[in-house]
């Protein structure tokens, strides 16, 4: 039976309930494939408002986190699947305290996400950073694009006054 404060929700206890379960469900690769596109301005508006109102540059904070190899190395470790910090540790050459800095300047720049599990924290690839990346290069592949379709218009042009 709907308690008083489902009954004005519009939705009973049933339909309550799959929607939780749909919500606590891992989305997987394929899905998360057709749903990027679809948030992706969301998480970019974001993104922007984030860094106008903290004065951070999220590209400039993921590019210097990838300027750093073993970072770079680490990024790609946790990237099929998360893993723990000491499995990390196991795949570089620095100390354990080196890789927990190395972790912490990946997540700051939102490039990996943390979740505990018992006293074990676990790491995996965040998209925030890579979309806010992904977004500054495409807006270069535009313009080169651009330039490239201009330059193809004009040597057309040249050829058929020739």
């Known amino acids: 039976m709907a308690s008083s404060s489902d009954k004005g929700s519009g939705l009973d206890v049933t339909a309550k309930a799959a929607h939780e379960r749909r919500r606590a469900t891992p989305i997987g690769k394929s899905q998360l494939t057709n749903v990027v596109p679809l948030v ?35 990024l790609e470790r946790v990237r099929g699947r998360p893993l723990s910090v000491g499995d990390i540790a196991k795949t570089v050459s620095v100390s354990r305290p080196a890789v927990s800095q190395h972790l912490r300047v990946l997540q700051e720049a939102g490039l990996l996400r943390c979740h505990k599990n018992g006293r074990q924290n676990f790491y995996g690839v965040d998209l925030g950073g890579l979309t806010a990346l992904r977004s500054y290069i495409e807006g270069f592949w535009d313009d080169v694009l651009g330039a490239f379709q201009a330059a193809a218009v004009e040597e057309a042009e040249r050829k058929r006054r020739h």
């Open 40 to 74: 992706k301005p969301f998480l970019l508006a974001v993104v922007e408002a984030f860094a106008h109102a903290y004065g951070v540059d999220p590209v400039g904070q993921v590019l210097a986190a990838l300027a750093d190899p073993t970072r770079r190395q680490i």
